[in-house]
């Protein structure tokens, strides 16, 4: 069956500090791959989505940039980061078929 | 652009009722509509996907239904437990060359026993 990982689950970090998100996903290959944001009761902005290695969408102008340097592994970062970037990021896989989408746990970022 | 509605408001539903959950769109039908479930701190997870030319969709005690003509999907959890108390997201997918599915900002649904 298919997993996905996500880590670190929660992480504070100074503003200016660089950033780096890690996403990987077990038991598929070739799928598509995405970065939401998530604020306090709002729905999910997507960031970035990626249909294969190398290949990176961006859908919002911001301070993060997203990488795939294997097929199942998703990286999301900034080199200084700011208060605005707080909150809650997810990364999810679908299929080629793109119907469902499946998310990993999360990671609760703050920046103070 | 497309826009998607979702009750902002908390749904308390006493246990063992009927709890009915609303999506609704604003430009042109999707291709399909998909329902996600999502705990507190967590992510979300996928319940049920209706397409444009489905009226309805049926799991266990979960039905979706979908009517393009008022632009509208309901999501109905039959049988309420305190268990499915969550916030619940609805995901449009116009199918076209942008992989982005438009989500609701989700529901918060409360079931009391």
């Known amino acids: 069956s298919q997993t996905i990982h996500q880590w670190p689950a929660t992480l504070v970090q100074p503003v200016g500090s660089p950033l780096s998100l890690e996403c990987t996903v077990e038991?598929?290959?070739?799928?598509?791959l995405y970065w939401y944001r998530q604020a306090a009761g709002r729905g999910l902005q997507l960031l970035f989505y990626s249909v294969g290695i190398g290949q990176i969408s961006s859908e919002v102008p911001q301070n993060l940039s997203a990488s795939r340097p294997q097929d199942r592994q998703f990286i999301l970062s900034s080199k200084k980061l700011l208060l605005s970037d707080s909150g809650f990021y997810l990364c999810a896989w679908s299929g080629r078929a793109r119907e469902t989408q499946y998310f990993g746990p999360g990671t609760r970022l703050l920046v103070l | 652009s497309q826009k998607i509605e979702q009750n902002s408001e908390a749904l308390n539903i006493q246990e063992g009722k009927t709890a009915t959950l609303t999506c609704n769109y604003t430009n042109y039908s999707p291709a399909y509509l998909q329902w996600y479930r999502q705990d507190p701190g967590r992510g979300p997870v996928f319940l049920l996907l209706?397409?444009?030319n489905e009226k309805e969709k049926r799991k266990e005690r979960l039905k979706v239904t979908f009517d393009t003509t008022l632009k509208q999907s309901l999501f109905h959890i039959t049988a309420s437990q305190p268990a499915d108390s969550a916030t619940y997201l609805c995901?449009?997918?116009?199918?076209?060359?942008?992989?982005?599915?438009?989500w609701g900002a989700g529901t918060k649904l409360i079931i009391k026993p």
């Open positions: 038991g598929t290959s070739n799928p598509n």
């Open positions: 995901a449009l997918d116009m199918m076209d060359s942008n992989y982005q599915l438009i």
């Open positions: 209706i397409r444009e």
